[in-house]
């Protein structure tokens, strides 16, 4: 695939006064990929897609987009992408056919192609029945479907999501990456930046990027390996419900022989051991010892949210003891 990336960045970085928001990142997209970006609030998502829509400059590094330098050749980069921006303003005084033509005319879409293209469009957005409706008057699912049909009226080859389903029921978002998966399907290169981790899921790779640094890159299977351990799942339950039993049930599972990384999830608690056969006696008995019951105990597998925020706090953790060493970066 060497020479086949689509788009490619070099150290690209982008300071705004002393806060680095994007990191010195080096990140090769394949043709044809779904590229998420998976990563927590303030993370850097917004300012790399902004930086990669060629529409704010690096203060450090380059960056290549089907080719074209993104500080050099912006132009030609912007009729070669889509971009659903975070903040994607539909016109809601505008019906769904008079937004779709607002973009067409935008990108210069006219005559028969653009009848097509947006007849095309509406069909492949499921909104054909609701031509006529207000922007305003749609449902969250349908302004976000109608939105994307708008960043796809120029047909671009790349397309850039900045968390497109954000706020959207679960129904809509399955539907909204089925559509996803069409585009896939014709080709087109998707770069997507989401919170939820079963979207993560559905991406060929994902980066996940932390304080504007990409921390790993791989495949969401291969991600999930990198989580060290076996996975046992239980809930602590207690005659006294009280606000503290989690926490009480995490203290006396962390300080456990074998016991690796306990991460909270409600009412339950994830524990990654060594030895999920040998620990999890010992588990239920350390608990019991404090008068709490191990409800519900199975072993299961990590999913990309444990993963997530196992590499996330291993960062964190590497992070603090640089800083803490002398020698090490301030
Ligand atoms: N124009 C700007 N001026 C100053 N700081 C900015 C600007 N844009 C972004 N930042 C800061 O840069 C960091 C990265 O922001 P960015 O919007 O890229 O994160 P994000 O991962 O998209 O977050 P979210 O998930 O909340 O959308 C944040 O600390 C943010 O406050
Ligand atoms: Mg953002």
């Known amino acids: 695939m060497s020479d086949n990336y ?15 928001a994007v990191d010195g990142l080096n990140l090769e997209i394949g043709q044809g990929e779904i590229f998420g970006l998976v990563g927590p609030d303030g993370a850097g998502k917004t300012t790399t897609i902004r930086m990669l829509a060629a529409i704010m400059d690096p203060t450090e590094g380059q960056a290549t987009v089907a080719g074209y330098d993104t500080m050099k050749q912006a132009e030609a980069i912007k009729h070669r992408i889509g971009y659903m ?25 006219r005559g028969r192609e653009r009848k097509e293209r ?20 749609l449902s969250g699912g349908m302004k976000k479907k109608l939105a994307l049909a708008c960043s796809l009226i120029h047909r671009p080859e790349i397309l850039y999501l900045d968390e497109p389903t ?29 919170p939820y981790m079963d979207e993560a ?20 299977d291969r991600v999930k390996g990198l989580v060290e351990g076996e996975l046992i799942e239980v809930r602590p339950v207690a005659e006294d419900r009280g606000v503290g039993l989690i926490r009480r049930a995490e203290a006396t599972i962390t300080s456990l022989p074998g016991v690796l990384e306990v991460q909270t999830y409600g009412d339950l ?4 051991v060594d030895n999920a056969a040998q620990r999890a ?6 608990l019991a010892a404090q008068s709490i019951q191990a409800e519900d105990l199975r072993q299961t597998h990590a999913r990309m949210e444990e993963a997530f925020i196992s590499l996330i706090r291993r960062q964190q953790e590497e992070q603090a003891r640089t800083e803490k060493s002398p020698g090490g970066e301030s």
């Open 85 to 109: 921006a975070q903040q994607f303003n539909l016109y809601a005084d505008l019906s769904v056919q008079e937004n779709l033509d607002f973009f067409a005319d935008i990108f210069g879409v």
């Open 6 to 20: 689509i788009i490619k960045t070099e150290n690209l970085t982008r300071k705004f006064g002393d806060l680095v």
């Open 269 to 272: 608690l994830h524990i990654f």
């Open 166 to 194: 954000t706020g959207v029921d679960p129904v809509s978002r399955r539907e909204f990456w089925d559509i996803l998966s069409d585009l896939h399907i014709e080709g087109v290169t998707i770069l997507v930046s989401t």
């Open 118 to 137: 947006i007849t095309q469009l509406l069909n492949f957005a499921r909104l054909a029945e609701f031509t006529n409706r207000r922007a305003a008057h």
């Open 281 to 286: 006696p010992q588990l239920r008995a350390a």
């Open 201 to 220: 899921e559905r991406c060929s790779r994902i980066g996940l990027i932390y304080r504007g640094q990409i921390i790993v890159c791989d495949t969401p």
